[in-house]
């Protein structure tokens, strides 16, 4: 009998980018290859992964399997900040955009799964993107109301997965665009990341990036709420590769 592989899986985040990696086990006929990559920045995630059996079922059985699994996630923080005139409170109306689109052949898939919160509490958007070879784009888009002075959080996770069987090659790209943007649609205020990164096209003039070690702060504050809803969430984000 052959050698069933799985990559494990590749993870980043803006704190701690990786490579792609390849591996291959078994030989001949009977190997199997897979390779996945991952990188992540604010508003921008990418993923790629593949997998490959390389040789047809003998007898009913499969001998090798090619498995591989890319995660990818990034926090981002900011304040509504108000122009000139704008009062701390004055209404705010926002609107979230994230879109996904890649391409698949057999057996893979890529879930964008998002959240959203104001003001560190509960929050406001707890949902998913999904693509996979039937569907290989999606979008989600949210109106909101915001006030001055209010503080926004993301946390978004790409997932992307692939696995060959019995010969037949399957990949999973997300490479090219899982994006969020986000509007200030009212003219009294604008919001500034701790990142730095505009998200929306509205607001042209942001105002300048925080100090490093403002945006540190920022930054571990929001992995402390992330951490907590993560434990909360039941079950994996997508399905296990069997």
Partial sequence: MGTQLVIAPDRASVLAPVTASRTATGGGKYGAVSDA??????GLLRARSYGNGLAPPVGGYAFASGAAVADASFVDYGIITGLPGALAGDPVNLRLRFDMAGSFAGDGESILRIYVYRNFGVPLVNTHLFTDLLQPSDVGEFDFGFAVGDSIQMFVHLNTQATGLYGRPSRADVS????????????????????????????????????????????LGGFVVVGSVRRRAAGPLSRPIS
């Fill in 37 to 42: 990559s991952a990188t992540a920045s604010p």
């Fill in 176 to 219: 090219n665009t899982a994006h969020a943007y986000l509007d200030v649609l009212s003219g009294n205020a604008r919001f500034v990341s701790s990142s730095g990164h505009l998200y929306g096209l509205h607001d042209i003039n942001p105002l300048p990036v925080p100090e490093p070690a403002s945006a540190a702060l920022l930054l």
